[in-house]
C-alpha cells in the first residue's frame, strides 16, 4: 500500500523558514516525479513546485520561484520543500504528490500557517 506523508508544517512569521518533508512507503519513489500542491481555504489546490524522478529538473509556479526549493532523496525515499521568505498568502495545507503515467498518489497534507 502506497503511503505518502507530510511533516514539518506548523506556525511561522512573516520571513521566516521551514522545510517540509514526504515520507513514501511501499512505493520506490525513483521512478515517479514529485511534487507539492497548496490548497487554501476556499480555494482551488495549486501546484507549487515539482522535480523530475532523477532530480535534475525543476519548475517552480511564479510567486514561489526564487523563495521555495524542492528537492529529492531517492535512496531516502523522501521529497522536500524548503521554504524561506515566507508570506502570510503562502499560508495553506501543503500536499506531496508523486505521479507517472496517469499513476498518482497524495499524502494528507501538512497546514502551515504564516503569521505574526
Known amino acids: 500500500q502506497v503511503q505518502l506523508v507530510e511533516s514539518g508544517g506548523g506556525l511561522v512569521q512573516p520571513g521566516g523558514s521551514l522545510r517540509l518533508s514526504c515520507t513514501a512507503s511501499g512505493v520506490t519513489i525513483s521512478t515517479y516525479g514529485a511534487s507539492w500542491h497548496r490548497q487554501g481555504p476556499g480555494l482551488e489546490r495549486e501546484l507549487v513546485a515539482s522535480i523530475s524522478g532523477s532530480g535534475t529538473s525543476t519548475t517552480y509556479a511564479d510567486s514561489v520561484r526564487g523563495r521555495f526549493t524542492i528537492l529529492r532523496d531517492n535512496v531516502a525515499n523522501m521529497v522536500y520543500l524548503e521554504m524561506t521568505s515566507l508570506k502570510p498568502e503562502d499560508s495553506s495545507v501543503y500536499y506531496c504528490?508523486?505521479?507517472?503515467?496517469?499513476?498518482?498518489?497524495w499524502g494528507k497534507g501538512t497546514l502551515v500557517t504564516v503569521s505574526s
Open positions: 504528490k508523486i505521479f507517472k503515467l496517469g499513476e498518482y498518489y
